[in-house]
């Protein structure tokens, strides 16, 4: 009867620790995502926990210091501005440049400034076709459909 007690403490220690992995992991990885206009609001409730904040590349804010990158990101129906810094260790996106909207998942400082460690970015315009064009007709070389007899 000693060896079946031992035996279920031991099965219940071991799944109470991996509950608990569980758990904390899923709280460490959770992400939310925020307007700028949300953050400003919310700054105390935010500060140091892990959001997303979007908003586009102001023009002419992009600044490189060594590994960091200093830009802002602003939302245009209110007028407003986050300094956000990249310290992460990837390259930035191809698409990242003036105007692009991006995505910054990181963790607002004291100080005010966003740090993020990883950056998404696209530019709409570049997909899109011009207004008042048609899109880009089928290649040449693309498949045709077999002809039958």
Same mark, same amino acid.
């Given at each position: 009867?000693?060896t079946y007690l031992r035996f279920g403490v031991l099965v219940v220690a071991i799944v109470g620790t991996l509950a608990w992995l569980a758990a904390s992991g899923i709280n460490e990885s =959770?992400?939310?995502?925020?307007?700028?206009?949300?953050?400003?609001?919310?700054?105390?409730?935010?500060?140091?926990?892990?959001?997303?904040?979007?908003?586009?590349?102001?023009?002419?804010?992009? =600044?490189?210091?060594?590994?960091?990158?200093?830009?802002?990101?602003?939302?245009?129906?209110?007028?407003?501005?986050?300094?956000?810094?990249?310290?992460?260790?990837?390259?930035?996106?191809?698409?990242?440049?003036?105007? *692009?909207?991006?995505? *910054?998942?990181?963790?607002?400082?004291?100080?005010?400034?966003?740090?993020?460690? *990883?950056?998404?970015?696209?530019?709409?315009?570049?997909?899109?076709?011009?207004?008042?064009?048609?899109?880009?007709?089928?290649?040449?070389?693309?498949?045709?459909?077999?002809?039958?007899?």
């Amino acid at each position: 009867m000693k060896t079946y007690l031992r035996f279920g403490v031991l099965v219940v220690a071991i799944v109470g620790t991996l509950a608990w992995l569980a758990a904390s992991g899923i709280n460490e990885s =959770k992400t939310y995502y925020k307007t700028i206009s949300e953050v400003k609001e919310m700054q105390s409730a935010v500060m140091g926990k892990r959001i997303r904040v979007t908003g586009d590349v102001l023009p002419g804010s992009i =600044k490189r210091e060594g590994e960091h990158v200093h830009f802002k990101i602003h939302e245009k129906e209110r007028n407003l501005q986050l300094d956000v810094v990249y310290i992460g260790k990837d390259p930035l996106p191809d698409t990242f440049r003036d105007n *692009a909207q991006a995505m *910054a998942d990181g963790k607002m400082l004291q100080d005010g400034s966003f740090h993020a460690s *990883a950056i998404a970015a696209k530019c709409p315009s570049k997909y899109e076709a011009a207004p008042g064009k048609q899109p880009a007709a089928q290649p040449l070389n693309a498949a045709k459909p077999a002809a039958t007899s």
